[in-house]
């Protein structure tokens, strides 16, 4: 996939998960338009959305961490996640 339309697949993710805190009238993910799944691109559409999530996160904190920081802050968060499951089916 060239890097212009991966570029628009993460600016549309973005969109999207920006638009799930926001009320029907500002919403602007639909102006991105529709996205085509196939499984052939499945790999880069995954990475748009990790990209995209990480892309919010630093507009939501102005924290300037790199992608492998995000990442590195993803895997603690499920592991958390994990560990207080854990705790709760252990009670």
């Known amino acids: 996939m060239n890097k212009e339309k991966f570029n628009h697949k993460?600016?549309?993710?973005t969109a999207s998960?920006?638009?799930?805190?926001?009320?029907d009238d500002e919403r602007v993910g639909a102006s991105a338009g529709k996205l085509d799944l196939n499984e052939e691109n499945l790999t880069d559409d995954f990475t748009a959305m990790i990209y995209a999530a990480w892309v919010?996160?630093?507009r939501i904190t102005g924290d300037e961490i790199d992608i492998l920081e995000f990442t590195y802050l993803s895997n603690r968060l499920?592991?958390?996640k994990l560990r207080e499951e854990a705790e709760c089916v252990d009670k």
């Open 56 to 58: 919010l996160y630093r």
């Open 78 to 80: 499920v592991v958390q």
């Open 17 to 23: 998960l920006s638009d799930a805190y926001k009320d």
């Open 10 to 13: 993460i600016l549309a993710f």
